[in-house]
Nanobody, 123 residues
Framework: QVLLVESGGGSVQAGGSLTLSCAVS????????MAWFRQVPGQEREAVAI???????IYADSVKGRFTISRDSAENTLLLQMISLKPEDSAMYYC?????????????????WGRGTQVTVSS
């Protein structure tokens, strides 16, 4: 059974930084599609960063150059480093896994989800 638990959210001022972590259990974090999504109440959940089995990454246009997705194999976690945060980045952030698939990672309909961690950016 895949279990994903996010942490690292919080409140920061515009221009600040946060690093989100997703602790993964049930399989090793490397080698499969994983992603970070975010959702604002009343809006659809959107993929902000995706990483495939080879480490190839895809980012939403709105976060390119500011967010970095990566895996920490030693800690079996998925990370999202966020810099130069903007008020429009405020959302609930979710970690997602598409285990056992590792290529052609989708931008929606992932197989396992965490419960989310809230990020609030004030102006």
């Amino acid at each position: 059974q895949v279990l994903l638990v996010e942490s690292g959210g919080g409140s920061v001022q515009a221009g600040g930084s946060l690093t989100l972590s997703c602790a993964v259990s049930g399989y090793t974090v490397g080698g499969f599609c994983m992603a970070w999504f975010r959702q604002v109440p009343g809006q659809e959940r959107e993929a902000v960063a995706i990483i495939d089995e080879d480490g190839t990454t895809i980012y939403a246009d709105s976060v390119k150059g500011r967010f970095t997705i990566s895996r920490d194999s030693a800690e079996n976690t998925l990370l999202l480093q966020m810099i130069s945060l903007k008020p429009e980045d405020s959302a609930m952030y979710y970690c997602a896994s598409h285990f056992p698939y590792g290529r052609n990672c989708p931008s929606r309909d992932y197989k396992a989800w965490g419960r989310g961690t809230q990020v609030t950016v004030s102006s």
